[in-house]
């Protein structure tokens, strides 16, 4: 199956660098400038995946307002915010409003992103398959994640994840006790990064609970192997 992609960048030298990337992986990707031909486009027909840039043009937040109006289209269709803004607050705007992941744009973006798509054309399929790994449900004490619907919840309160968080916080919470190496966290998100980056993921991880339970400690560190899920 041929899946198709539609990017929504200003940039005309990076929107031809990630029309090339992702067309040779065998995508189908359809690429837009601004926000009013990406509107009518997914109007006439939405694809199986939206790659879309916050700022376009003069319009600081078009990304922002094309995700809320996809969501208006479709529920589900997986939306990754691919962008220069790289502050707390807007990766928490995004993940709000509905994307499956939020990417900040650096030299390495085009080595990964690839792998990270596929990923989520994965969970795709798990969950039009409806089988049982659809419904797989990880609960510790006061912690529950949804697999299916990649929500996470401490003290039944919503933690908001971009996607790789939420695979890297899946695969430590999964066996509790359980060392996780950088590698292994990596394999799960389906990212080749540094360690320092997989250290700044798991910062991120645990400030977001703690925004929640500001005395959360279920994430232990072993310095120089990796990290585990500490139940009380």
């Given at each position: 199956m041929s899946y198709t992609i539609a990017l929504v960048e200003d940039d005309p030298q990076l929107q031809e660098n990630y029309v090339k990337a992702l067309e040779r992986e065998g995508y189908e990707v359809s690429a837009y400038a601004g926000k009013a031909e990406a509107v009518e486009a997914f109007e006439d027909r939405l694809p199986d995946l939206v790659i879309l840039d916050i700022m376009l043009g003069e319009d600081l937040d078009a990304g922002f307002e094309l995700c809320r109006h996809?969501?208006?289209?479709?529920?589900?269709?997986?939306?990754?915010?691919?962008?220069?803004?790289?502050?707390?607050?807007?990766?928490v705007s995004g993940?709000?409003?509905?994307?499956?992941?939020?990417?900040?744009?650096?030299?390495?973006?085009?080595?990964?992103?690839?792998?990270?798509?596929?990923?989520?054309?994965?969970?795709?399929?798990?969950?039009?398959?409806?089988?049982?790994?659809?419904?797989?449900?990880?609960?510790?004490?006061?912690?529950?994640?949804?697999?299916?619907?990649?929500?996470?919840?401490?003290?039944?309160?919503?933690?908001?994840?971009?996607?790789?968080?939420?695979w890297i916080l899946c695969s430590i919470a999964r066996r509790p006790g359980h060392l996780k190496s950088h590698e292994q966290l990596m394999d799960a998100a389906s990212v080749v990064v540094t360690n320092n980056a997989i250290t700044a993921h798991i910062k991120r991880i645990r400030n977001k609970f703690r925004e929640i339970d500001p005395d959360f400690d279920h994430i232990r560190s072993e310095y120089g192997m990796g990290y585990r899920w500490q139940t009380p």
């Open positions: 996809l969501r208006t289209l479709s529920p589900t269709i997986p939306v990754i915010f691919l962008t220069a803004r790289n502050s707390d607050i807007d990766r993940l709000r409003l509905g994307a499956w992941d939020y990417l900040t744009k650096d030299v390495t973006t085009l080595d990964f992103l690839p792998a990270r798509i596929s990923a989520m054309f994965r969970t795709v399929e798990i969950l039009r398959s409806g089988t049982s790994e659809n419904r797989n449900i990880i609960e510790h004490s006061e912690l529950r994640i949804d697999e299916a619907r990649k929500e996470v919840y401490w003290q039944d309160r919503p933690v908001l994840l971009t996607l790789t968080e939420f």
